[in-house]
């Protein structure tokens, strides 16, 4: 696993309660990719008060970017496509890993809705629409809308930051947060958006983030901006997690899993992003030690 001295924090939280941790968990460290279920969840909110509407395309939406912009076809990508990262929008982003910018396709060789591409075009753009349809910026909205609902202890809207550059007009947005809040996040998903009395996320947009809608490398499936199943190992050792499990995952060692069959979330967090953090491998085997103490299998 990580090494002691970049170890931020592992949670291990069962029917709501905290039984196994180690390390720092109110370390706020960078989330990666993780940001991206937190801008689903804010998206859940949105599209029940009427703000947002999956069905909306590019076009409807005058969204474009540089050069090259956007052809007609692209423009026909809708709000929903984006958030299966299915939206055929092959343009440079930002905030991309380059073995992400090295996997993208060719411009123009899928139509919107057909081809499932993990894509920080997509999830940045969604952005952009998101803070143009509420008028807030996503940092504050996190704050005010599941930060503050759900009691997290350590963010606060100043953690956000953009990320600007010449590859494209949609900055991205890395978010730190610590181990202890991303548990009361995953917390939230177990509880299908429900927090004690208050209903934070709308239940019927949490079933949907979790259903599959496409075939991912990662993971068995991608959902809203989540991924779906059991954590794909190339070395073949994988853990098989219950139907119904699904969980956010960023570069560096950053996850979030949510396995409502053993009414149990897991997080980890690692701070040496330089460093690669843990693998696949290393994940299933921690999952196994966990599920295997709790004989969970």
Same mark, same amino acid.
């Given at each position: 696993?990580?090494?002691?001295?970049?170890? @931020?924090?592992?949670?291990?939280?069962?029917? *709501?309660?905290?039984?196994?941790?180690?390390?720092?968990?109110?370390?706020? &460290?960078?989330?990666?990719?993780?940001?991206?279920?937190? +801008?689903?969840?804010?998206?859940?909110?949105?599209?029940?008060?009427?703000?947002?509407?999956?069905?909306? &395309?590019?076009?409807?939406? *005058?969204?474009?970017?540089?050069?090259?912009? !956007?052809?007609?076809?692209?423009?026909?990508?809708?709000?929903? @496509?984006?958030?299966?990262?299915?939206?055929?929008?092959?343009?440079?982003?930002?905030?991309?890993?380059? @073995?992400?910018?090295?996997?993208?396709?060719?411009?123009?060789?899928?139509?919107?809705? &057909?081809? /499932?591409?993990?894509?920080? /075009?997509?999830?940045? &753009?969604?952005?952009?629409?998101?803070?143009?349809?509420?008028?807030?910026?996503?940092?504050?909205?996190?704050?005010?809308?599941?930060?503050?609902?759900?009691?997290?202890? @350590?963010? %606060?809207?100043?953690?956000?930051?953009?990320?600007?550059?010449?590859?494209?007009?949609?900055?991205?947005?890395?978010?730190?947060?610590?181990?202890?809040?991303?548990?009361?996040?995953? +917390? +939230?998903? !177990?509880?299908?958006?429900?927090?004690?009395?208050?209903?934070?996320?709308?239940?019927?947009?949490?079933?949907?983030?979790?259903?599959?809608?496409?075939?991912?490398?990662?993971?068995?499936?991608?959902?809203? !901006? /989540? /991924?779906?199943?059991? !954590?794909?190992?190339?070395?073949?050792?994988?853990?098989?997690?219950?139907?119904?499990?699904?969980?956010?995952?960023?570069?560096?060692?950053?996850?979030?899993?949510?396995?409502?069959?053993?009414?149990?979330?897991?997080?980890?967090?690692?701070?040496?992003?330089?460093?690669?953090?843990?693998? %696949?491998?290393?994940?299933?085997?921690?999952?196994?030690?966990?599920?295997?103490?709790?004989?969970?299998?």
């Amino acid at each position: 696993m990580v090494a002691p001295d970049r170890l @931020d924090g592992r949670d291990r939280v069962h029917h *709501g309660g905290v039984v196994a941790q180690w390390g720092d968990a109110a370390a706020k &460290t960078p989330l990666a990719s993780v940001r991206k279920s937190l +801008l689903s969840a804010l998206y859940g909110d949105a599209v029940e008060r009427g703000d947002i509407n999956l069905k909306q &395309t590019l076009a409807e939406l *005058g969204i474009d970017d540089n050069e090259p912009s !956007l052809s007609a076809e692209e423009k026909r990508a809708t709000v929903r @496509d984006l958030l299966e990262c299915r939206s055929g929008v092959y343009h440079p982003a930002l905030y991309e890993a380059p @073995d992400m910018a090295a996997k993208r396709p060719a411009r123009y060789s899928h139509k919107p809705g &057909t081809f /499932w591409y993990y894509n920080n /075009w997509d999830v940045n &753009t969604l952005g952009a629409i998101y803070e143009h349809a509420v008028r807030h910026s996503t940092f504050d909205a996190l704050a005010s809308e599941i930060a503050q609902p759900i009691g997290m202890q @350590d963010y %606060l809207a100043s953690d956000g930051r953009y990320v600007t550059g010449a590859g494209s007009v949609y900055p991205a947005y890395p978010i730190d947060m610590s181990a202890r809040d991303l548990a009361r996040f995953a +917390l +939230l998903y !177990l509880r299908k958006g429900r927090w004690r009395e208050r209903q934070v996320v709308p239940a019927d947009w949490v079933e949907d983030s979790a259903r599959a809608y496409s075939q991912a490398d990662f993971a068995a499936g991608y959902g809203y !901006l /989540w /991924w779906i199943g059991s !954590l794909n190992d190339p070395t073949g050792s994988g853990v098989t997690l219950p139907e119904g499990s699904f969980f956010a995952l960023g570069f560096g060692g950053q996850f979030a899993f949510v396995i409502p069959a053993y009414e149990l979330v897991i997080v980890h967090r690692a701070a040496g992003f330089q460093y690669g953090g843990p693998g %696949l491998g290393d994940m299933n085997h921690l999952l196994a030690l966990i599920f295997d103490a709790g004989h969970m299998r």
